[in-house]
């Protein structure tokens, strides 16, 4: 067994505020890259097979990007026991993911060659956006932070023999596996062709969708041009990605202003606080929700006058959020609705295990369960998946359609369901105290408790949460706290 890289005293922390990682944590470079990082992530068979299968990135983009993130600051924390914690929670989530892809090869999530072509490709990405823009690494720098991403993937397997010990030995090993192993697979083209083109709206943006549709219009396909120009050659002439004219000068001049942002006050890009913006909802008891209130209304005014500039826009955007209705704060959504934004998680037509398995792991995030936990969250998922699937599934083909679920219209607040809103309870009451209070609330919904406080002394009981989940998983209603927690993008 390889053994955890190390470092001598008074060395620079492989981990913490000093690693290289930090050092990119608020670059705007660093978007560009991971989007980069993701394709070549994807195109591998293994990767792709389980992307397309579990994933929710598709359909709620915007929430996974914030777990990534989360996952990712978790993982450099310096303090040992946040780093163990979170490599625990990731390897129950990855042991959950295994399979077929679509010709019958098996792939497993826990797959340890795999996952080191994960981080290598991080890695990888990273050397890749500062030569692109213009600030090559020099050779000790990138050392320091091949060691980085080694440790990192040490944290999850155990040991990181899975990459070359050696620099040197890396470039090598990313060449062959690019060359004779990735492949044209159906998640990379889900991310370069369709993912921008039908990227929904995050929070910041509802009630927006004309603005919203008109700047990913432009915004989407430029993405796409410049990450496929970025894409190693050999891997583009395998799957066949043509190269639009312009793109690699496109591609660098991108890469150059991004990393013009070093010369910026430090401080002025702060990652982690322009993703808790960008997915804050007015309504949260949060300092900035007000700033972020006022923001919405002035695109909203925007977006009103972008509608009455181009009238010939009939079609209706199905990733878009859908304009409030006046009156209350509560509608119903229609059935297919409420199929698309809160039961297909994953986003590919159909409601099967992996959508259920999707809400227990977002869940089991937003509270940061420990394992006993968890698997109690999960076990009553798939007790509803059965419950379900013996309700729903006509055809028997293992997996619930849109038009059977609206030609059943039935109501989902069978015994399982109301099982897991009991579970849920029981894993947001952290302190066994028998009620909600406002702080677990918070952690659940990131938002402001909006009970009655007069009444409830600032707690939500068993009853009362139980009865709102089976409320809104059974009666389709929106604009309620469950609908940012399971249907958000």
């Not at 981080?119 to 823009?133: D, G, P």
């Amino acid at each position: 067994m390889t053994a955890l890289p190390t470092q001598s005293t008074g060395e620079t922390p492989l981990f913490g505020p000093e690693s290289q990682f930090r050092d990119f944590f608020d670059d705007p470079r660093w978007a560009l890259a991971i989007i980069r990082a993701t394709v070549l992530e994807a195109a591998h068979p293994q990767v792709g097979a389980a992307l397309v299968d579990n994933s929710t990135f598709l359909a709620h983009p915007w929430r996974r990007l914030r777990n990534t993130f989360l996952s990712m600051r978790r993982m450099f924390d310096a303090d040992p026991v946040v780093r163990e914690r979170e490599a625990a929670r990731l390897n129950r989530l990855h042991a959950r993911m295994s399979g077929s892809d679509a010709r019958g090869r098996p792939y497993d999530a826990m797959d340890r060659a795999t996952r080191a072509w994960v981080v290598a490709t991080l890695f990888e990405s990273a050397v890749t956006m500062c030569r692109m823009s213009g600030q090559p690494l020099d050779q000790d720098t990138m050392e320091r932070m091949y060691a980085e991403y080694r440790s990192y993937l040490a944290a999850l397997d155990g040991d990181a023999g899975e990459l070359p010990e050696d620099l040197h030995d890396f470039w090598p090993y990313f060449d062959r596996v690019v060359e004779n192993e990735l492949e044209n697979t159906e998640a990379a083209r889900v991310i370069l062709y369709r993912l921008f083109d039908h990227l929904p709206a995050p929070v910041l943006f509802e009630g927006t969708p004309t603005l919203w549709a008109a700047g990913r219009a432009v915004v989407g396909p430029l993405l796409g041009a410049i990450t496929v120009a970025s894409l190693p050659e050999p891997y583009r002439r395998r799957a066949g990605l043509t190269e639009i004219p312009g793109a690699a000068t496109l591609m660098q001049g991108a890469y150059l202003a991004a990393g013009l942002t070093r010369f910026l006050p430090q401080g002025w890009i702060d990652a982690e606080s322009i993703i808790e913006v960008v997915s804050l909802r007015p309504d949260s008891d949060d300092p900035r929700a007000r700033t972020v209130a006022a923001l919405r209304s002035r695109m909203k005014r925007a977006s009103a006058l972008l509608r009455l500039l181009t009238p010939l826009s009939g079609a209706t955007d199905p990733w878009a959020a859908p304009e409030p209705s006046a009156g209350s704060g509560e509608s119903r959504r229609s059935a297919e609705e409420f199929f698309r934004q809160v039961l297909d998680q994953t986003g590919d037509g159909y409601l099967d295990w992996p959508d259920l398995a999707a809400m227990a792991r977002e869940l089991s995030t937003r509270l940061d369960l420990d394992e006993p936990a968890e698997t109690r969250l999960y076990d009553a998922f798939a007790a509803w998946w059965r419950e379900l699937q013996a309700a729903l599934d006509t055809d028997g083909d293992g997996r619930v359609s849109a038009e059977e679920y609206a030609a059943a219209v039935p109501s989902l607040a069978g015994p399982a369901l109301i099982r897991v809103a009991e579970v849920l309870f029981d894993a947001t009451d952290k302190d066994g105290s028998g009620t909600i209070d406002a702080d677990e609330y918070r952690s659940l919904f990131r938002t402001a408790f909006h009970r009655d406080l007069t009444v409830t002394d600032g707690t939500c009981g068993r009853s009362a949460f139980v009865s709102d989940f089976l409320s809104f998983m059974s009666g389709r209603r929106t604009n309620t706290p469950y609908d940012p927690l399971l249907a958000d993008a």
